[in-house]
């Protein structure tokens, strides 16, 4: 499986961006998938995750009610549309894909088997 991220960009606070999480290689209709993101000097670190029918959706206390994480496995990729944006938001983001199948999602960074390479998200203020 390669997971490809995109949609990230340079945003005032305030404002939105969709990121994409485009699978290929195989389906990822039946993984969990979740997004993280690493700021520099910081750890990578949880920020949404989803299950393979959208009926569980987990968040990081910080961005919930900002971020939401939706996913169309017809076209095999995941989304993270973010609104509200802060600065404390930049960072590269990461989606990454859990091969257990119809499993449930996790915070966890060790519970993905696949990753993608990022994409870099600015928020300025």
């Known amino acids: 499986v390669q997971l490809q991220a995109s949609g990230g960009g340079l945003v005032q606070a305030g404002g939105s961006l969709r990121l994409s999480c485009a699978a290929s290689?195989?389906?990822?209709?039946?993984?969990?998938v979740g997004w993280f993101r690493q700021a520099p000097g910081k750890e990578r670190e949880f920020v949404a995750a989803?299950?393979?029918?959208?009926?569980?959706?987990l968040y990081a206390e910080s961005v919930e009610g900002r971020f939401t994480i939706s996913r169309d496995n017809a076209a095999n990729a995941v989304y993270l549309q973010m609104n509200s944006l802060k600065p404390e938001d930049t960072a590269v983001y990461y989606c990454?894909?859990?091969?257990?199948?119809?499993?449930?999602?996790?915070?966890?960074?060790?519970?993905?088997?696949?990753w993608g390479q990022g994409t870099q998200v600015t928020v300025s203020s």
């Open positions: 990454a894909a859990d091969e257990a199948r119809w499993g449930i999602p996790t915070r966890e960074y060790g519970g993905y088997d696949y």
């Open positions: 989803i299950n393979w029918i959208s009926r569980q959706r």
């Open positions: 290689g195989r389906t990822i209709s039946s993984y969990p």
